[in-house]
């Protein structure tokens, strides 16, 4: 645990008492904070009182009285309006602050020892988090992984060598100060409008966690990010750009950067590209997204003062990432993939363009656009099975295009994927919701789970039959 001392005999109000808020509850008690902690679920409350956390009803604390609000990331701080314990700590003028931002206030006043490299961007984040976190290790370095990977940061040990953090843009915008030693922004694209009023300010909130780093590495796969590499290099930052490309000659990262070309990774020196590695035959990095992950992961290693012929050593043993387009069975030739973190369409895009005859799940809370810019990919897809809230708007992107059927449940268009799959010989059934979890779901992980053991089940008993 990361003990948070900037609060030592102060007063914080606590709210949202899931995995980071208690987490962050607990690193602030042990700091000496006085906490008064509360969430809209009992349960959570009566969970935190067990775990020796002081709670309250926030309704009725004088918030003249406390010296800082933390908020958990998922309660509103902006929009759609703010949260109403933001407005009243707005109202009394106390300062709203987040998990990562303590940690790294943390960790520069106490842990000089600590490098931190905070990854953020639209889609490839946790994969690349988790793939960094792989090629440190495998360095022999003493890495730790956390942030909205799942780890919370302030359950990090407080020990030198390196936090590898996945930052969203809820954590971003909680952290003001943040400043890391390392920075990437992979992509833009449009998602959590919602909560951010615009794509404008979305884009704002990512750019600052780079433009507060020492170093940083930004993809140039799309014009968003690549303004954003070229305003950090205007600022005297070193910057690391990665991206992929259709061939050798196209490589285009300024005098530094690692892309890839297909399958081969290459590392750009002042201009010059080298070959440094292959992803052929690497299940976990399958895919011209992976491509880009594997070229960040190994930029984030060169920026913190390894080769690019080291940094690329772990890469064939990476066993990849939970409910990110995860190898979960397969029954002779029909493969089964979780791809349960694919939260909107660009992120469920990768996936489909990894594979062909696709038995496809999707649906759940859906993000604005849908799925209409899919399309281009609709020709891989043999069948979908549409459930949870966006099933009828998904039904009429698909209606001419794709074959389909409202399953409403994961249980039934799992029975029903599989089975025509199955009878067809071959095929790839995916979960690649292209939407929230939340209307049958707690979280993705959650719902990733119950793919995962239905496919068990259904390969056991085939076993048994």
Not at 189 to 194: A, F, K, N, T, V
Request: aromatic share 6%; hydrophobic share 45%.
């Amino acid at each position: 645990m990361i003990e948070v001392t900037r609060y030592s005999d102060k007063t914080v109000a606590v709210f949202g008492l899931a995995g980071s808020g208690l987490a962050s509850a607990r690193a602030l008690a042990a700091g000496g904070a006085k906490v008064v902690a509360f969430d809209d679920s009992a349960e959570r409350v009566a969970a935190a009182t067990e775990a020796g956390i002081a709670t309250g009803d926030l309704h009725d604390l004088d918030f003249h009285g406390v010296d800082a609000l933390l908020l958990s990331p998922g309660v509103p701080l902006t929009h759609p309006k703010p949260h109403w314990s933001a407005e009243r700590a707005h109202a009394a003028g106390v300062p709203i602050v987040g998990d990562v931002g303590l940690f790294d206030e943390e960790r520069r006043a106490r842990l000089p020892g600590l490098a931190l490299v905070a990854i953020t961007g639209t889609n490839g984040k946790s994969t690349t988090t988790a793939l960094l976190g792989h090629l440190l290790t495998v360095l022999g370095d003493a890495a730790q992984v956390g942030g909205n990977i799942g780890r919370p940061v302030l359950d990090l040990d407080p020990v030198p060598g390196v936090a590898v953090v996945e930052c969203s843009s809820y954590q971003i915008d909680l952290a003001t100060t943040l400043a890391p030693d390392v920075g990437a922004l992979l992509n833009l694209s449009p998602d959590h409008i919602d909560r951010h009023g615009t794509y404008e300010n979305y884009a704002a909130i990512k750019e600052r966690l780079v433009a507060a780093s020492d170093a940083v590495v930004i993809g140039v796969d799309d014009a968003d990010t690549a303004a954003v590499a070229d305003r950090m290099e205007r600022a005297g930052k070193t910057v690391l750009r990665i991206g992929t490309f259709d061939s050798v000659d196209a490589i285009a990262l300024g005098r530094s950067g690692v892309g890839a070309v297909g399958e081969t990774l290459y590392r750009v020196t002042d201009g010059v590209a080298r070959e440094i590695a292959s992803l052929a035959g690497i299940g976990s990095l399958r895919g011209r997204h992976n491509a880009q992950n594997a070229s960040a992961a190994v930029a984030l290693a060169i920026a913190l003062g390894h080769t690019a012929e080291d940094a690329v050593r772990g890469l064939a043993t990476f066993p990849g990432l939970v409910h990110r387009m995860e190898e979960v069975g397969r029954a002779d030739a029909v493969l089964f993939v979780n791809d349960s973190k694919a939260t909107n369409a660009q992120s469920t895009r990768q996936a489909l363009a990894s594979f062909e005859d696709v038995y496809w799940i999707a649906g759940g809370v859906p993000k604005a656009g849908g799925i209409t810019e899919l399309a281009d990919l609709f020709g891989r897809v043999k069948r979908a099975y549409l459930i949870g809230e966006a099933a009828q708007a998904f039904a009429k992107t698909l209606t001419g295009r794709v074959n389909f059927v409202l399953s409403g449940t994961l249980e039934a268009a799992l029975d029903a994927a599989a089975s025509d799959a199955e009878a067809a010989g071959s095929g790839v059934v995916l979960l690649s919701p292209a939407c929230a979890s939340f209307d049958q779901f707690r979280s993705f992980e959650a719902r990733g789970d119950r793919f995962r053991t239905l496919v068990g089940e259904r390969l056991h008993s085939g076993e048994n039959a």
